[in-house]
T-cell receptor, first 112, second 115 residues
Framework: AQSVSQHNHHVILSEAASLELGCNYS??????LFWYVQYPGQHLQLLLK??????LVKGIKGFEAEFIKSKFSFNLRKPSVQWSDTAEYFC??????????FGDGTTLTVKP | DAGITQSPRHKVTETGTPVTLRCHQT?????MYWYRQDPGHGLRLIHY???????DKGEVSDGYSVSRSKTEDFLLTLESATSSQTSVYFC??????????????FGEGSWLTVV
């Protein structure tokens, strides 16, 4: 069975700082990879996804993620965070039968 | 927005009562899911469906049942609610078409409190 590990439970940054959230997965076959964002009191929204091709994927709101197959990683990055990026971020892996496995989430707090 | 509507959005119920949450989608997607979200546990899959009357258990299915009599509706029932089922419940759909990539989109959530 696949699993997803997000290294940081809570990250605190100042505005304009750079962000990198770690995500590692375990699964030996082909995967689809996702990052979701959940703003306080809201549902999960898709930030970006990787299916195939260029391992550097760009998403909404200036986020990007890089798939490194050899490291089973799909880290999320943003060069300069804003206060409005305060949210919880979830990495997810989808293998087959349309089922996704989610990490436990990373809470990002951006201080103004 | 994937055309997902959950109802009710908020509910308080008493221990031992049955509760049904409804998920309705407007885009005829085959796969539908129910997740629960709890602090420190992320999202956990309760049940999922891959078509009308085709459902299967997820990782935390005990105490829950589901039904899918129509493509557009996926119902989650707590047969006898317990305090441990106080949670936020999210319905989701998979936009898979044929052999295309899977992307899961979520409804807005149903906040359930069992007292």
């Amino acid at each position: 069975a696949q699993s997803v590990s997000q290294h940081n439970h809570h990250v605190i940054l100042s505005e304009a700082a750079s962000l990198e959230l770690g995500c590692n997965y375990s699964y030996g076959g082909t995967v689809n990879l996702f990052w979701y964002v959940q703003y306080p009191g809201q549902h999960l929204q898709l930030l970006l996804k990787y299916f195939s091709g260029d391992p550097l994927v760009k998403g909404i709101k200036g986020f990007e993620a890089e798939f490194i197959k050899s490291k089973f990683s799909f880290n999320l990055r943003k060069p300069s965070v804003q206060w409005s990026d305060t949210a919880e971020y979830f990495c997810a892996v989808n293998t087959n039968a349309g089922k996704s496995t989610f990490g436990d989430g990373t809470t990002l707090t951006v201080k103004p | 927005d994937a055309g997902i509507t959950q109802s009710p959005r908020h509910k308080v119920t008493e221990t031992g009562t049955p509760v049904t949450l409804r998920c309705h989608q407007t885009e005829n997607h085959r796969y539908m899911y129910w997740y629960r979200q709890d602090p420190g546990h992320g999202l956990r899959l309760i049940h999922y469906s891959y078509g009308v009357k085709d459902t299967d258990k997820g990782e935390v299915s005990d105490g829950y049942s589901v039904s899918r009599s129509k493509t557009e509706d996926f119902l989650l029932t707590l047969e006898s609610a317990t305090s441990s089922q106080t949670s936020v419940y999210f319905c989701a759909i998979n936009t898979r078409r044929g052999t295309g990539g899977d992307t899961i989109y979520f409804g807005e959530g149903s906040w359930l409190t069992v007292v």
